[in-house]
């Protein structure tokens, strides 16, 4: 089981950290990804982290990483993933998800969590 936490309401320009904890499973066998889905928009895949470390980038959002606006972590001892948001910005308002797949798996996130909101407001 997943579950997302940390989400909000912040203003324009805070910050946020989503973490992401699983139960039931060892997190260090699974590659693990943050997905949001904003109000009337599809679900998107924001960046992943493999079970080693390795992190992937969704393209349309390698400039927020590459600035540290946002970045992704995690920490298996503690079995938890992070997405860390800074300056946000109201266009990050969305439904924050993370997922997790076997790290021996296929590309299909298998796993879900329920989700936390962010709300960014201007």
């Known amino acids: 089981q997943l579950q997302a936490s940390g989400g909000g309401l912040v203003q324009t320009g805070g910050s946020l950290r989503l973490s992401c904890a699983a139960s039931?499973?060892?997190?260090?066998?699974?590659?693990m990804g943050w997905f949001r889905q904003a109000p009337r928009k599809e679900r998107e895949f924001v960046a992943s982290i493999s079970w080693s470390g390795e992190s992937t980038v969704n393209p349309e959002f390698a400039r927020e990483f590459a600035k540290g606006r946002f970045t992704i972590s995690r920490d298996n001892a503690k079995n938890t993933v992070y997405l860390q948001m800074n300056s946000l910005k109201p266009e990050d308002t969305a439904v924050y998800y993370c997922?997790?797949?076997?790290?021996?798996?296929?590309?299909?996130?298998?796993?879900w969590g329920q989700g936390t909101q962010v709300t960014v407001s201007s």
């Open positions: 997922a997790a797949r076997y790290r021996f798996g296929g590309p299909i996130y298998n796993y």
């Open positions: 039931g499973r060892t997190l260090s066998m699974y590659d």
